[in-house]
């Protein structure tokens, strides 16, 4: 069974960083994309950043230039930079990942890590 676990959120102040990390696991598995969502409460889940399986990028116009997605494919792991942070960017994020094992595709996500910006 696949398996998503996020690791890093914590409380900052107004302007600081975190780096969020997101490991997949659960035998043989082959990761394509990967993407951080967050929510909060009372509200929908919102796509942050995405990356594809050859390293393509996209983010939401609310983090552009300040939050960086990478990956570390021998790691089966995807990463949240997160710079310059704002109170409105307290939420829990979550990790999504998409790929295949030798039982076929799978879409999951992780529990949520919180992140909280004091001002």
């Known amino acids: 069974q696949v398996q998503v676990v996020e690791s890093g959120g914590g409380l900052v102040q107004n302007g600081g960083s975190l780096t969020l990390s997101c490991v997949v696991s659960?035998?043989?598995?082959?990761?394509?994309?990967g993407g951080w969502y967050r929510q909060v409460p009372g509200n929908q889940r919102d796509s942050v950043a995405l990356i594809t399986s050859i390293g393509t990028t996209s983010y939401a116009d609310s983090v552009k230039g300040r939050f960086t997605i990478s990956r570390d494919n021998a790691k089966n792991s995807v990463y949240l930079r997160m710079d310059n942070l704002k109170p409105e960017d307290t939420a829990v994020y979550y990790c999504?990942?998409?790929?295949?094992?030798?039982?076929?595709?799978?879409?999951?996500w992780g529990q949520g890590t919180q992140v909280t910006v004091s001002s």
């Open positions: 999504n990942a998409r790929g295949f094992t030798p039982r076929g595709p799978f879409n999951t």
């Open positions: 659960g035998g043989d598995t082959t990761l394509n994309n």
